[in-house]
């Protein structure tokens, strides 16, 4: 068997911000015999599945099920719902909404970018990596579009590439106070399941997700969660498509079945991890990505050392960019970390490139896990000769200690 575990003992400690780590309870559903996706037990599975997704979205609405990473999901929405040559509005957050734009003009679309523009101290060639989406800059914009060039907005939920999550809700009001009829379309990818997603009440058209951040399966699964304007949209929309139309998926979908093979056992490991997400609910999921999230950045302020999200009111629960001070590459400390400690840190993206370093606190985490990867990092910070002000592991065993869990409080209600 294939063995990449360069240690000798103990678990890897995958600590990038997607994938995440898989709950064995999942990783055994998913070792089940694979069934006929015809037969009649594959649609029990179908019909759970779908309307388990429909709850973690919070829609009423169809939500498909691609055999697909996020890119894919990505095209999907976009390919639905636009023509060739059509405007689409997007918003620079970081790498993964510079992404969907070079993935929406390659599709033949047009593409404009609204981004941050303020200055920034530590990280002057990425200022607006480190502030979510500014709702009235969208509304502005929209305001000068008197054509109505404008067919969608685009903007990232949770951006991965920097741990900085955006304010949905005001950009459905932005749209709406505009009056303005774009279709709105949200990359939930790394925000679904760990942050608190609406889809139906926050009047967005496609949502877009993927298996291997907050749903805690390995990659290869890809969600579009639907609106009515989004199905109108697909009737006069021109981009071609095929595998990724909707239509036929959604019309399969009511009897638990898909026009081509769905991906069998992830769909198994999908149905157990709606399972514990639901044995949890999913408020307390979010309060417990919440704390880990302020434990985890407790270290990163007892180091002294910035955090890439400037605004504490968008901290990502999901994830911790840290920037390493000026001449400390976070490639190098990351491999560093790597070699000696058998933990992997997520790196940085784009204009980010060796300037910071992403701790993901998602998937099958606790306490104790998380405070192992601030000790590796910490660990990692001392070899690499960087400089801290305190201990960042006291500081997180702090904070959890002194910060009871979610669910310990259910229990004791
Ligand atoms: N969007 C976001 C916010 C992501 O985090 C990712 C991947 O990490 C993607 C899009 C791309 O998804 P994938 O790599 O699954 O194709």
Redesign the pocket.
């Known amino acids: 068997m294939l063995n990449l575990n360069h240690h000798a003992t103990g678990r890897h400690f995958l600590q990038i ?2 994938p995440s780590p898989v709950p064995d309870r999942i990783l055994r559903a998913i070792s089940l015999p694979t069934i006929d996706h015809r037969g009649p037990e594959f649609a029990v599975l179908g019909l759970k599945v779908l309307a388990g997704m429909r709850q973690v979205f919070k829609t009423r609405h169809p939500v498909a099920i691609y055999p ?7 095209e999907a929405a976009l390919v639905n719902t636009l023509s060739p040559g059509d405007l689409v509005l997007m918003y620079e957050t ?1 790498h ?2 510079s ?2 734009g070079k993935l929406a003009a390659r599709l033949g679309l047009q593409t404009e970018f609204i981004a941050w523009p303020g200055v920034d101290e530590h990280l002057p060639q990425a200022a607006g990596w480190r502030r979510g989406v500014q709702a009235e800059l969208i509304e502005a914009r929209l305001r000068k579009d008197t054509e109505r060039r404008i067919k969608a907005v685009c903007v ?6 920097t741990g900085v999550t955006s304010d949905i809700a005001a950009v459905r009001r932005a749209v709406d106070a505009a009056g303005h009829p774009a279709l709105l379309m949200v ?5 679904l399941a760990s942050a608190d997603y609406r889809h139906d009440e926050w009047g967005v058209d496609v949502s ?1 997700s ?4 907050g749903l805690m399966l390995p ?1 290869g699964i ?1 969600f579009n969660a639907l609106s009515p304007r989004a199905l109108d949209a697909m009737k006069t929309a021109t981009l071609p498509r095929s595998y990724w139309a909707w239509d036929e998926i959604v019309a399969m979908n009511q009897d638990g079945y898909w026009p081509s093979t769905p991906n069998t056992n992830l769909l198994y490991g999908l149905s157990e991890a709606l399972d514990m997400l639901q044995d949890e609910g999913l408020d307390l999921v979010f309060a417990r990505h919440q704390r880990w999230a302020a434990g985890v950045r407790a270290a990163v302020d007892a180091w002294g050392l910035p955090i890439q999200c400037a605004d504490p009111a968008v901290y990502s629960p999901v994830l911790t960019g840290v920037i390493t001070p000026a001449g400390v590459d976070a490639d190098a400390l990351r491999r560093l970390i790597h070699s000696r400690f058998d933990l992997s840190l997520g790196t940085g993206l784009g204009k980010l490139k060796g300037r910071m370093f992403r701790m993901g606190h998602l998937g099958d985490s606790n306490d104790l896990t998380l405070v192992a990867m601030v000790a590796g990092v910490e660990m990692g910070l001392k070899l690499a000769g960087v400089a801290i002000k305190d201990s960042g592991v006291q500081a997180t065993m702090n904070h959890f200690a002194s910060h009871a869990a979610p669910s310990a409080l259910k229990t004791a209600a």
Do not use: C, M, R, Y
């Open positions: 911000p997607g697909a990473s996020g890119t894919g999901a990505w970081g993964f909404a992404l969907w990232v939920h949770n951006e991965t590439s990359d939930t990818i790394s925000g877009i993927g298996s291997q951040k990659p890809g």
